[in-house]
């Protein structure tokens, strides 16, 4: 089973990625499957009805989320209908929608979990017991599972990794839009990186415009962050697994760059 995981969509740039190079990427890959995260979709913040429709239009299959989750309102009114969009499984109780989703793709079940970290992230429950629960939750129907990590801490984001190990198919990094080149296959035949990376303007500071980071960062003013557009790449992970054993077999760290359109 060829898997796709895209990294944070960014804004107008990263929808842009999507819709000219997923089908790209998708057909170079040879891919069945695509997960991506779309927390920052919405002009950097937050989802909104129909920018998902285009995402699944574009051929992403299951949307997943993160601290921006609830950044449009509208996103409660169609979450808990809408089964292809997750976010983070340890939001506390109460939340709206569903932190996890079982696909069927040709005769085989693949379950996608979305998890937040709590390290400089937030008051969250456990990521770790809450994955615990829910893979004994799983274990009847025996799916690969492909777990969205969206959190800051290196630390962990490795240590729910190895955690994990042999227990899920893969576990993909999220949140820092910055793809970081440590790619493997743990021992036990988990596909792991800490960070996927961004789609979206890489002419930014991940994923805005950088004059107004910068001056934010020099004068610890408010600033408007406004989403840059220049540089437009889709960073996405490529993982083969195994549908008799669940197990990963290949990994392929992806950035695609979109041609500048000519003035």
Not at 6 to 17: F, Q, Y
Not at 73 to 98: A, F, H, Q, T, V
Request: a negative charge; proline letters at 4%.
């Amino acid at each position: 089973m060829n898997i796709l995981i895209v990294g944070d969509i960014n804004g107008k740039a990263g929808r842009r990625a999507v819709k000219e190079l997923l089908p790209v990427v998708k057909k170079k890959f040879d891919i069945d499957f695509c997960v991506a995260n779309a927390e920052n979709a919405a002009g950097g913040f937050g989802l909104t009805s129909e920018i998902a429709s285009k995402l699944f239009s574009d051929g992403v299959d299951v949307i997943t989320m993160g601290n921006h989750t609830w950044d449009n309102k509208e996103l409660e009114d169609i979450i808990d209908y809408e089964s292809r969009i997750l976010r983070p499984l340890n939001y506390s109780p109460g939340n709206p929608g569903s932190g996890s989703v079982i696909i069927d793709i040709k005769n085989t079940k693949i379950a996608v979990i979305n998890l937040t970290g709590r390290v400089f992230m937030g008051s969250y429950d456990c990521p770790f017991r809450a994955i615990e629960a829910e893979l004994k939750r799983l274990k009847e129907c025996n799916p690969m599972v492909i777990v969205d990590f969206h959190a800051e801490a290196t630390s962990e984001k490795i240590a729910l990794g190895w955690f994990l190990d042999g227990k899920v198919s893969a576990i993909i990094g999220t949140h820092t839009h910055v793809q970081t080149a440590d790619e493997t296959i743990l021992p036990c035949g988990t596909a792991y990186i800490t960070d996927v990376g961004m789609t979206g303007a890489h002419d930014s500071v991940i994923g805005i415009k950088k004059e107004l980071a910068i001056k934010k960062f020099l004068t610890q003013m408010p600033v408007k962050f406004e989403v840059a557009s220049d540089d437009v790449r889709l960073n996405a992970l490529f993982v083969q697994v195994n549908p008799t054993d669940n197990k990963a077999e290949k990994i392929v760290r992806i950035q695609e760059k979109l041609t500048p359109v000519t003035q």
